[in-house]
């Protein structure tokens, strides 16, 4: 049936963002283990213009039609925009990633002292590799509709220790 479809869909997405915040804790202690200090440049930027589509937070979900969590923002660009890096940091996950589509994610050391992350999901094609270094404004991707999306628009996190939180406490509105 379409319901038992789009909960179970519900559940996948609960579960890849749960394993998503696995994966970052792994990849972020490894990298803390004798390898080069990631050095974060200034503030964060937005890494796509285009307006807010969908904010952080609680939301009824465009497909499913049920509030769940969404754990980033989504800023609609048109299709094959470029995506930049919002800070620099390493490319710690290239790949498809169930209902985010194609990602990219970036390990930016420690903010704060709290070990922050950038997830960029439903990308076109990339731009970069896992193990890139890259800078503040560099192109790592371009926008796409991959996995559970609606339209051609970038899907962005920030987390920290793993977990989503605000992006807009990061990057401007």
């Known amino acids: 049936t379409d319901r038992a479809t789009w909960e179970k869909a519900e559940r ?15 990849q972020t202690v490894k990298s803390e283990k004798g390898q080069q200090k990631i050095t974060v440049s200034g503030g964060f930027i937005r890494p796509v213009g285009g307006s807010v589509t969908s904010p952080f937070g609680w939301r009824v979900h465009p497909i499913f039609k049920r509030k769940i969590f969404h754990s980033g923002v989504d800023l609609g660009m048109p299709m094959n925009s ?11 996950f290239v ?12 390990d930016h050391g420690r903010i704060n002292g709290v070990p922050t992350t950038t997830l960029y999901a439903h990308l076109n094609s990339y731009r970069v ?10 192109v ?3 926008v796409g509709t991959t996995g559970y999306s609606t339209g051609p628009h970038l899907h962005f996190e920030v987390r920290q220790n793993g ?9 401007p509105r």
């Open 140 to 142: 790592i991707a371009n």
């Open 163 to 171: 977990n989503p939180t605000n992006p807009f406490n990061f990057i």
């Open 12 to 26: 996948d997405l609960a579960r890849q963002s749960r394993e998503i915040a696995e994966m970052i804790n792994k």
């Open 129 to 138: 590799s896992v193990g890139s270094t890259v800078v503040k404004g560099q």
């Open 82 to 92: 470029p995506v930049k890096a919002a800070n620099s940091g390493k490319v710690i």
């Open 95 to 106: 790949g498809w990633y169930g209902g985010y589509g194609k990602v990219v994610i970036i």
